[in-house]
């Protein structure tokens, strides 16, 4: 280990680090423009500057390798002039807009001259002005606030793997630019917005809404997704003004996808804020006792096998935890979350998981990617994955649809019969799986819905276990989720029991008149007219898909109204903080189910949210262990008459990635972003 010196402190550092690394672990505060943790050097805007013994000049101290025996000064007046001059330039051409830009009071501009720059201008020449540039609904650009960091283009280039932005020019005529002027394609656009040290690409939607200082900010998480990124939303008063990402190194870094972060104006468009009962043929607004009572008579008045409840995308672990023990006490089999009809054992919890975990990723060597769209499905597992491939060149092979995923791979047939193929060793990316020591594979849901999916999950299970993906200290075996509330529900046992019928058969029994009554909860994604003439109880927080098809609504609430529990993709639970008060009459969707189940004669005992999660514990122990990943068993799936694979392609279930759920449905500026992004770019399949 290097041993350095650094204003007159001693310390050991890491091989690899840089001299501005070093300086800030020995508690020096060096400041920067150009640098960021996650992006190649670029040591271009020189704010970093720092003496070094023997130096005939000051050196960049992001770009300096540390060396054995070096003696730094981070404060020196010639230091302090050094960054003076560096600032005093910087500011030449810069705009006085601080009162009226949005990055004010959160500007590395601002912060670092009022510390380290000078406290007079002695130029009075006319600035130069640069024209704005389009970058499509999400980003406002104000370019000759510019410094040219190139953040943004390192960004693009390496994180988002969408080279759409460079530098033209040279000189004092250089310029930031989209090349083609046209909307940036990239799911994770948004974050632009945070990596610019200036106010050069600001927040479009956000553009003279609010200051920083007046926003109230809650820690939570993010549910337009299974990744379950940490993020934190800034409001005043009742209303959402933004959502930024919060730093979870295991899980998104600090970056979050363009949905997450641009869709919460859904949030307030066609809420279901009052209770509202079918009467003649038309929902009329009731008090919520009414329709507490109403939904209790029509539960009363049926066989406990003629009701059954499903569970759709977006629930949180409280209410499916409550909606199961109703169901239980009922006397109803018939319950499923896999509303998709998915073929997820809830029994086999390493069969539905992502064993690897996030992080672990960056471990691997090879991925085989099935029936996935992980740019779409899942943006922040898609970067993770070229972040690994950038490593080292990690291999990846696909086996679904040819779609643009960031990143070269190996398209390896799009059927299904492809992985039989895999599994007994004779396609040609078997060599290159034999030759990996920590080989992965990723099933997308588009392989889990299908008629042959329990055959497509042995046959991945039997890859898993033939090219070494399952070994002492490595779980190679991952499901993708897309949803955010499927992983936990399933932890739940949120499927029919003994007897039960699942989705498929409970929406048969609809249609025949076997089910009489059917509780959904926040189910949003089955056509309203597959239910038949059973009477629906539909319990959600947008007028979507299922309140339309409702004879009762029981309004709900958003995953920024509660206090609520989501298991992510990799079965880590976390929990939402409320950020805003309850919208009119809707409530706490555990507490409307526990009022149902008081009304229908039942008492649960469940009077606070500690009462459900203790629920939730007894359920499955994994929910003890917030913000942590409880290893999942490895158990094998055995069939004793594998199935007919079907030559049907696989296809990724989403086909609009900006309009997935009944929030982003429900959301001008994605709907923005669907005219002028998806309108250019198409269906995002790589073209010839």
Known sequence: MPKLTINDIEIDVENGLTVLQACEQAGFEIPYFCYHPKLSIAGNCRMCLVEMEKSPKPVASCAMPVADGMVIRTNTPLVEKARKGVLELLLINHPLDCPICDQGGECDLQDITMGYGPDTSRFDMNKRAVPNKYMGPLIKTIMTRCIHCTRCVRFSNEIAGTPEMGGLHRGEHTEITSYLESALTSELSGNLIDICPVGALTNKPYTFHGRPWELTKTDSIDVMDAVGSNIRIDTRGQDVMRVLPRLNEDINEEWISDKARFSYDGLARQRLDKAYVR??????????????????????????????????????????????????????????????????????????????????????????????????????????????????????????????????????????????????????????????????????????????????????????????????????????????????????????????????????????????????????????????????????????????????ILPGLAYTEKFATYVNTEGRPQQTQKAVANPGDAQDDWWLIAELAQKCGINLTLKTRSDVLALMVKLNPIFSHLNQIVPAEWVKITSKYPETLSHIAFKSPIDNYYMSDPISRHSSIMAACVTEILGQSGCGKKCA
């Open 279 to 552: 009467k003649d043929g038309k929902l009329t607004a009731v008090p919520l006792e009414e329709a507490l009572e109403t939904s209790a008579r029509v539960l009363k008045s049926y066989k406990p096998t003629e009701i059954a409840a499903l569970s759709g995308d977006m629930v949180d672990c409280e209410s499916v935890a409550v909606l199961k023990t109703l169901m239980t006490k009922l006397g109803s089999p018939h319950m499923d979350c896999r509303v998709d009809e998915s073929v997820h054992d809830a029994t086999n919890r390493s069969s539905y998981l992502f064993n690897t975990t996030i992080a672990g990723i960056e471990e691997a060597d090879f991925v085989l990617i099935v029936a996935s769209n992980v740019r779409h499905e899942a943006p922040l597992v898609n970067a993770r994955i070229r972040k690994r491939y950038l490593q080292n060149g990690l291999k990846i092979a696909v086996v679904g649809t040819d779609y643009d995923l960031s990143y070269p791979y190996v398209h390896a047939g799009d059927q299904a019969t492809t992985l039989k193929e895999i599994a007994d060793g004779s396609h040609a990316i078997c060599k290159d799986l034999n030759q990996a020591q920590r080989p992965m594979i990723i099933i997308g849901q588009g392989a889990l819905n299908r008629r042959d999916s329990r055959e497509i999950l042995r046959l991945s299970q039997e890859i898993a276990e033939k090219y070494k993906m399952i070994q002492d200290g490595w779980n190679g075996f991952n499901v993708l989720h897309y949803a955010a509330g499927r992983v936990g529900a399933l932890d739940l046992g949120f499927v029919p029991e003994q007897n039960g019928l699942s989705t498929h058969d409970i929406i048969a029994g609809c249609q025949r008149g076997q089910i009489k009554a059917i509780i959904l909860n926040s189910v949003d994604t089955i056509p309203g007219g597959s239910f038949g003439e059973a009477a629906v109880i539909y319990i959600g927080h947008h007028g979507d898909e299922g309140a339309h098809r409702a004879d009762i």
